[in-house]
């Protein structure tokens, strides 16, 4: 069985943010974890950051929190201990942190489908609703997904370390190499799921820092035309400032404006949106009314709007059940349709080369740096998009 709650050090300490309820988010002196498992790495946090789905969390829309969980799942740091197993990272070493734990060893890890892996996550709730089937852990996450606290923290502690940490060379900055714990791997997965390739054309629904990487990423593997649909008025700023053409949804229908700039529809369509997003009134009304978990207007809207024998990939965060999803059209329209959480240790060292190589530069979502210490006023600010926040990122100061 694997052990998903640290042993702490009670005698030295750290700042942490912890979660005590719905928007309600406290940074805190914890105890320090330590190596529970010979296979364990200790990481001094030196830059986390806070994810759209950590949003989820915040307003504890996803089942599984407890209160005093720490959260966060995106982080670089240095490793400051690790286990009698460990063999690929080494005390001192710095390295960028997979949110995706894998144990490397069962089969779905051997098939590089690491968001899959069936031993790190051992909730008996996930795979009651998986008809006992099994998901990998997830650090900072709910119980869920394992309930592994999370590195909004001056430490964490990271299972299978020879698996889920990746070592970085000196001269690439930490605020480089902190998109590799996420943002690249995932919005690189969301154009593979989709199969983008030159010449095609691309709607991307939801222009957070997912959405937005995964434009990039669409126009460096070849993409004659990406098309971004989001209603926010900054981030659509930003996707015009890179190039991209978008449409704002309060002021356009998307399905049919879509259809008039490419008249038999877009090639690719991709998801970066999530469950809690209700646009319409009857997915508002039936999850006010616990009629279903997950509102999935943008995926039945991407479901329309693309080509027959198109592709659409689904890289936002789902996680329960939905109605009126159009079975129908994807039926008929022969529409090949793609999700996942994203095996981040399948392309990480291949998008390391490319921003060894300055062939990409994600630090354009950087908005904010703010210290740890502040990291409550930072989730309200990205919550309620104040200030324009795109990525937020939070330093340790690591004087306790």
Same mark, same amino acid.
């Given at each position: ?69 720490? %959260? &966060?799942?995106?982080?670089?740091? @240095?490793? $400051? ?9 080494? #005390? +001192? ?113 939801? %222009? &957070?820092?997912?959405?937005?990487? @995964?434009? $990039? ?9 990406? #098309? +971004? ?172």
């Amino acid at each position: 069985m694997i052990t998903t709650q640290p042993q702490k050090d009670y005698s030295r300490v750290m700042k942490a943010l912890v979660w005590h309820g719905s928007e309600d988010v406290r940074v805190m002196t914890q105890p320090r974890p330590l190596i529970t498992d010979s296979k364990d790495a200790l990481i001094r946090v030196s830059l986390t950051t806070i994810c759209g789905s950590d949003l989820h969390l915040y307003h504890n829309s996803i089942p599984g929190m407890k209160e005093g969980d720490i %959260l &966060g799942h995106e982080c670089v740091g @240095t490793v $400051e201990d690790i286990g009698s197993e460990v063999e690929n990272v080494k #005390i +001192g070493d710095r390295v960028v942190v997979s949110p995706v734990l894998a144990c490397g060893t069962c089969d779905m890890c051997k098939e590089e489908k690491f968001s899959e892996c069936e031993i790190t996550n051992p909730s008996v709730e996930m795979e009651k609703m998986l008809m006992g089937q099994k998901t990998a852990g997830l650090l900072g996450f709910s119980h869920y997904s394992g309930g592994y606290p999370g590195c909004h923290a001056e430490y964490v502690r990271i299972p299978f370390a020879d698996v889920n940490l990746l070592k970085i060379p000196l001269e690439l900055s930490d605020e480089k190499a902190i998109f590799l714990s996420d943002v690249l791997p995932t919005a690189w997965q969301a154009t593979e799921m989709a199969e983008v390739s030159e010449g095609k054309t691309v709607a991307v629904w939801g %222009l &957070g820092p997912i959405g937005l990487m @995964t434009m $990039e990423f669409a126009k460096h593997r070849g993409a004659s035309r990406v #098309i +971004g649909i989001d209603c926010v008025p900054y981030r659509l700023e930003v996707a015009k400032n890179r190039g991209f053409e978008v449409i704002n949804f309060k002021e356009e229908e998307p399905v049919g404006t879509l259809l008039k700039m490419i008249p038999h529809g877009p090639d690719c369509v991709i998801d970066c949106v999530g469950f809690r997003y209700a646009k319409s009134w009857r997915h508002t009304l039936e999850k006010a009314l616990h009629l279903e978990t997950d509102a999935i207007d943008s995926i039945c809207e991407g479901i329309y709007a693309v080509k027959k024998c198109g592709v659409v990939s689904v890289i936002g965060e789902y996680f329960g059940y939905a109605n009126h999803f159009p079975i129908g059209a994807v039926m008929e329209k022969g529409i090949t349709f793609r999700s996942g959480i994203a095996n981040i240790q399948k392309y990480w060292k291949q998008l390391l080369e490319l921003l060894e190589k300055g062939s990409i530069d994600p630090t354009f979502l950087i908005s904010h740096h703010m210290s740890l210490d502040r990291a409550d006023d930072a989730y309200r600010i990205f919550d309620r998009k104040e200030h324009k926040a795109l990525k937020i990122m939070l330093k340790p100061e690591h004087k306790v």
